[in-house]
């Protein structure tokens, strides 16, 4: 595994983390047996991030991660010191912004502080507030005052759209920006990462595999639980949709993963080539993939590997096929709404 910093963090991530909303809700049922066995197998593959919210399971992902930080504080340890990054604002209405008060700020880092049991937080995320929150100073004196007083070591934001990506980076304390990258999702290559490398502040490209699609395991016929967002969200009705399968039509998707599978040819699988595409992305600092079982948590922690000279020249073969299939299939619908 590697290991990064960036500037304005100050801590080393593990280049590839563990997203953690499977292990909450959204994602069909999931036992909290297979929930730890996904965190104990991340972590024993040399994952030290962990991204969570206090949405997800209404505290439950929560919960579950700070008992995997107390089991591996216990344990001979990972490599790097565990970094938990959560995120707050959704437990209100999330699309009023007469819901940020420094009240409500200040109860959810609290909520989250009892539900990690811990003292100082290590990141916290706005999570994908509503467009005015961006401009809203008191908002972000309030996340000031927290890192004063120790609540939580640093802030960042987890946003829709490169728009308010851009808009973040204008604020001096900003740590990082969680935002969706992925071979169908290359707007933020654009003017995001380049500057956000420049301030030192770290890019978490979530939902890097498109929610499943890019792992190559889906086809027309696959059906999804009624309980799980690739069915009930597939055209925003719940939340955005470039949530669901990063905002692709499912059909077009399928049709683009059959072009990227043939550039690679049999030589690598799919979900390795995405990961390991991401984070070779300069100024990149991790990839959060969610998994369903230990299995793929493992499989995925592989790709955070040192690349080797034969695994380097394929993924110039992934990167040259990825751009001309964005080009033909996916910029047309994707690059002006994110
Ligand atoms: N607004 C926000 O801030 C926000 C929104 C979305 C996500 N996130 C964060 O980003 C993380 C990642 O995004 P995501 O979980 O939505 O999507 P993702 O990582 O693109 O996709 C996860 C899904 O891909 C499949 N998968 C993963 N690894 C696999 C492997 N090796 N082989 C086969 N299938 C594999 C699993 O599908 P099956 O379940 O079908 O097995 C898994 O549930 C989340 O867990 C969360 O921490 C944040």
Same mark, same amino acid.
């Given at each position: 595994?590697?290991?990064?910093?960036?500037?304005?963090?100050?801590?080393?991530?593990?280049?590839?983390?563990?997203?953690?909303?499977?292990?909450?809700?959204?994602?069909?049922?999931?036992?909290?047996?297979?929930?730890?066995?996904?965190?104990?197998?991340?972590?024993?593959?040399?994952?030290?991030?962990?991204?969570?919210?206090?949405? +997800?399971?209404?505290?439950?992902?929560?919960?579950?991660?700070?008992?995997?930080?107390?089991?591996?504080?216990?344990?001979?340890?990972?490599?790097?010191?565990?970094?938990?990054?959560?995120?707050?604002?959704?437990?209100?209405?999330?699309?009023? !912004?007469?819901?940020?008060?420094?009240?409500?700020?200040?109860?959810?880092?609290?909520?989250?502080?009892?539900?990690?049991?811990?003292?100082?937080?290590?990141?916290?995320?706005?999570?994908? $507030?509503?467009?005015? *929150? +961006?401009?809203?100073?008191?908002?972000?004196?309030?996340?000031?005052?927290?890192?004063?007083?120790?609540?939580?070591?640093?802030?960042?934001?987890?946003?829709?759209?490169?728009?308010?990506?851009?808009?973040?980076?204008?604020?001096?304390?900003?740590?990082?920006?969680?935002?969706?990258?992925? !071979?169908?999702?290359?707007? !933020?290559?654009?003017?995001?990462?380049?500057?956000?490398?420049?301030?030192?502040?770290?890019?978490?490209?979530?939902?890097?595999?498109?929610?499943?699609?890019?792992?190559?395991?889906?086809? $027309?016929?696959?059906?999804?639980?009624?309980?799980?967002?690739?069915?009930?969200?597939?055209?925003?009705?719940?939340?955005?949709?470039?949530?669901?399968?990063?905002?692709?039509? +499912? %059909?077009?998707?399928?049709?683009?993963?059959?072009?990227?599978?043939?550039?690679?040819?049999?030589?690598?699988?799919?979900?390795?080539?995405?990961?390991?595409?991401? *984070?070779?992305?300069?100024?990149?600092?991790?990839?959060?993939?969610?998994?369903?079982?230990?299995?793929?948590?493992?499989?995925?922690?592989?790709?955070?590997?040192?690349?080797?000279?034969?695994?380097?020249?394929?993924? %110039?073969?992934?990167?040259?096929?990825?751009?001309?299939? +964005?080009?033909?299939?996916?910029?047309?619908?994707?690059?002006?709404?994110?």
């Amino acid at each position: 595994m590697q290991y990064r910093t960036p500037s304005r963090l100050g801590r080393p991530l593990s280049v590839i983390g563990q997203g953690c909303w499977q292990i909450g809700a959204d994602w069909g049922d999931v036992s909290e047996d297979s929930a730890n066995a996904v965190l104990d197998a991340a972590l024993e593959a040399g994952v030290t991030f962990f991204d969570t919210a206090d949405v +997800y399971g209404d505290g439950r992902s929560e919960r579950l991660v700070g008992q995997l930080r107390q089991r591996a504080a216990g344990s001979a340890g990972p490599s790097a010191p565990l970094f938990v990054a959560t995120k707050a604002s959704r437990r209100a209405d999330p699309f009023a !912004p007469e819901s940020f008060t420094e009240e409500n700020l200040r109860g959810w880092v609290e909520r989250s502080r009892q539900n990690l049991a811990t003292d100082t937080l290590d990141l916290v995320q706005l999570h994908c $507030p509503p467009p005015a *929150i +961006y401009r809203d100073d008191q908002v972000f004196d309030v996340l000031d005052a927290l890192v004063e007083e120790k609540k939580i070591a640093a802030w960042g934001v987890s946003v829709e759209t490169c728009e308010e990506a851009l808009i973040s980076l204008e604020r001096e304390h900003l740590a990082s920006i969680q935002i969706i990258l992925n !071979p169908f999702r290359l707007k !933020p290559l654009d003017e995001v990462v380049p500057q956000a490398r420049e301030k030192g502040v770290a890019i978490i490209a979530r939902v890097p595999l498109a929610s499943g699609l890019l792992t190559g395991k889906f086809s $027309p016929s696959t059906t999804f639980a009624d309980n799980d967002h690739r069915h009930f969200n597939r055209g925003g009705e719940a939340f955005d949709q470039g949530e669901t399968f990063s905002g692709v039509d +499912y %059909e077009i998707g399928l049709q683009a993963v059959a072009r990227l599978e043939q550039a690679l040819d049999g030589v690598m699988p799919l979900p390795e080539a995405s990961l390991r595409w991401i *984070i070779a992305q300069d100024g990149v600092t991790a990839a959060i993939p969610g998994a369903s079982s230990a299995t793929q948590a493992q499989r995925n922690a592989a790709a955070g590997s040192e690349p080797t000279a034969e695994q380097q020249a394929v993924l %110039e073969t992934f990167d040259a096929a990825v751009r001309e299939t +964005y080009d033909e299939l996916l910029r047309e619908a994707i690059h002006p709404r994110w």
